[in-house]
């Protein structure tokens, strides 16, 4: 997802509005044989988003956002009374990761950074408070901390103070401090607990319970109030049926709260939960198919407004009467569409209002259900015509083992169903992470150039529950991999694609799976492209210790990742393998990459050149995990385009 230039924000402000309860603009006529579209250049896709990740200030006066700034990514604070537009940039070597509110005067930043650590290198994390009239940053935290500094635990409606967790040196376990965001004075509220290193805090910002790690089991400690002690619940092993925890909330002042479990049904589903006996009480809501993966309650936990979760598709069910009515409006008025509500202003006086679909990357609007209109502030990506792009279909196939995997199938406009070129596309992660069929600029692009684009969301992705995630388990560059292979059977027995024209393309994970899946099985691919791929998985494990923990299954990462202590990385590892590769790869990767270090391409590539194999390496200076900015990824696309023409030309 990209972001564009300033301008294209501020000068279509006010220039559409779509009265609610009027009859909805009919969907673009899409013809019984289209034919081939124009080969779109990588610019358009390429072409930086207007916005990104919206936020409105609690008094829904302003908007905070990702904007591409003469192509340099920044953070933006826009005004909807028409003041000036403030810029929060982005340091040098850091990757921006989250952004949020505090109050309506401040703004809270996390960034990533590579650093020394031990012997080798790791990912740091710090928290920066921007502040609106000052227009200064304070790095909050202490001088000594640990790695992670960016675990938030709370934060003060007046935006003046948060409770911040993090180990007061890497020799400590976290401890919890109140933190002034005017000036980062600090007050230690929690001390640190053998092996607890999760902390989570109440709407009232009192900390409540900690989850604790060890080697074989974890355990949870629980407080009610601040006045009292914590006392330890129990524990129990990381593969117990019955302790299958996520997402803990808790109602004000109270025992009671709400939280995900897969204790019933396999899938996380949420139930009401006593925190005091530990009890899983009535079962509100679940999916028939999927884990649910979010869940909003009102301010003081009461109550529940909404849940969230993905099947073919992102899903949002409102509990709450009021947004319930207005999603309906919305959706009756835009069927064509998916529509979400991704920001409102504490009253709900005011939201943000996203509509696109997988051939359209979407607008955003301003919504004051009080005066029923929307109204748009962005379009994505004006330079895209959605008939021109492709829809993205929601399939499923059957591994060798017997395992169905789901996955999502975009076939290129105008061309018949047959004997086509096939890009497998990998997504990123591996563990807690899936594909959607939400509009994506690398797909379209293929899609555009005449190739078939399958994502597989294979065994280990998340949202399909527990069996699903743990059939990925000690997989990585084995199972994992065959139902990437087992995707491209399906589709060369049905007669879509072509077996001798396929290539594999992925980043991050997606990127370790394309170089590997042409390192096990060249037979089968005609050539393989990364973007910031893993080709030493075992140093990767080693720099990524914030990933030392499944988020949902409360697992330690290596075990997770290597099935067993004995178990070799190197086996699995493209570094390690080169010998092996019998077939031609492109590499391209950011020197300023913090999630998987620019050093994984770079001594790839020195090992391919060693070995004389047919290979191409590009770096995208000052460039992280991702594309941050626009002429990179057109580059990308430009070179991807001009590799599979000559590899796999379709």
């Known amino acids: 997802m990209r972001r564009s230039t300033l301008p294209a924000l501020t000068n279509i402000m006010g220039s559409i509005l779509l009265l609610l309860g009027a009859a909805a603009p009919a969907a673009t006529p899409q013809a019984t044989a289209p034919s081939i579209p124009r080969h779109i ?23 905070l956002a990702r904007f591409n700034v003469a192509g340099k990514e920044a953070i933006g604070i826009h005004s909807l ?10 340091p040098e070597k850091n990757d921006l990761r989250w952004f949020r509110w505090a109050g309506n005067g ?17 990912e740091m994390t710090r928290l920066v408070c921007y502040d609106l009239a000052t227009k200064k940053s304070l790095v909050l935290g202490g001088k000594t901390e640990g790695l992670e500094g960016d675990d938030l635990l709370y934060t003060d409606p007046d935006g003046t103070w948060i409770l911040l967790s993090f180990q007061k040196t890497i020799y400590d376990y976290p401890s919890v401090f109140r933190v002034s965001l005017a000036d980062n004075k600090m007050m230690e509220v929690v001390r640190p607990q053998s092996d607890v290193w ?67 049904t396999g899938r996380f589903a949420l139930y009401k939960f006593n925190y005091a006996t530990k009890q899983i009480g009535e079962r509100v ?135 086509l070129p096939l890009v497998i596309l990998p997504h990123g992660g591996p563990y807690d992470v899936r594909d959607t069929p939400n509009f994506d600029p690398e797909v379209q692009f293929l899609a555009n150039r005449g190739y078939v684009v399958l994502q597989p969301n294979y065994r280990g992705s998340g949202g399909y529950g527990k069996a699903f995630y743990e059939k990925g388990e000690g997989q990585w560059g084995r199972q994992m991999q065959d139902d990437l292979d087992d995707g491209m059977d399906w589709l060369t027995k049905s007669g879509i694609v072509d077996p001798k024209r396929v290539c594999i393309v992925g980043g991050s994970y997606g990127g370790y799976a394309a170089l590997w899946g042409a390192t096990r099985n060249p037979e089968r691919y005609r050539c393989a492209a990364s973007f910031a791929g893993v080709s030493d998985l075992g140093r990767q494990l080693k720099y990524q210790l914030d990933f030392r923990i499944s988020r949902r299954y409360r697992k330690d990462w290596r075990r997770i990742v290597q099935g067993s202590p004995e178990f070799d990385p190197r086996t699995v590892s493209p ?29 790839y590539a020195e090992a391919l050149r060693k070995a004389g194999k047919d290979y191409q390496f590009y770096t995208y200076k000052d460039e992280g995990h991702g594309f941050s900015n626009a002429a990179n990824l057109q580059d990308w696309l430009d070179r991807l385009d001009t590799f599979l023409a000559k590899y796999n030309p379709s």
Do not use: C
């Open 575 to 603: 570094l390690y393998t080169v010998d092996r590769l019998k077939v031609p790869v492109l590499l391209v990767h950011g020197d300023a990459d913090q999630t998987v270090p620019y050093k994984q391409s770079q001594a």
């Open 285 to 419: 809501f679940a999916s028939d198919t999927n884990d649910i993966s979010d869940f909003v309650t009102t301010e003081d936990g009461s109550a529940l407004r909404a849940v969230l979760y993905t099947d073919e598709r992102d899903r949002v069910v409102w509990f709450d009467a009021n947004l319930k009515k207005i999603q309906a409006d919305i959706d009756k008025a835009v069927p064509q569409y998916e529509n979400w509500i991704v920001s409102r202003s504490r009253d709900d006086s005011t939201m943000i209002v996203w509509m696109g679909a997988s051939n359209n990357p979407g607008s955003y609007f301003i919504y004051q259900p009080t005066v029923g209109v929307l109204q748009r502030i962005a379009t994505v990506n004006a330079k895209l015509k959605p008939s021109e792009l492709a829809r993205t279909r929601y399939v499923h196939y059957t591994a060798r083992d017997g395992t169905e995997i789901p996955a999502y199938l975009t076939l290129p406009v105008g061309r018949e169903e047959k004997n």
């Open 198 to 264: 999760e902390w989570y805090a109440d709407a009232d910002g009192v900390v409540r319970a900690g989850i604790g790690f060890d080697v074989r089991s974890w355990s949870m400690v629980y407080r009610k109030t601040d006045t009292e002690k914590f006392r330890k619940l129990g524990k129990a092993k990381y593969d117990d049926e019955n302790a299958g925890y996520d997402l803990i909330r808790f109602s004000r002042n109270s025992d009671d709260g709400f939280i995900l479990s897969d204790k019933e």
């Open 106 to 122: 401040r703004v809270l930043v996390s960034l990533g950074k590579t650093v020394p650590y031990l012997d080798d290198e790791a």
């Open 81 to 90: 009374n028409g003041d000036k537009m403030q810029l929060i940039s982005i």
């Open 41 to 63: 250049p990588a610019a358009d896709f390429a072409a930086p988003r207007a916005i990104s990740e919206g936020q409105l200030s609690p008094d829904g006066t302003r908007v």
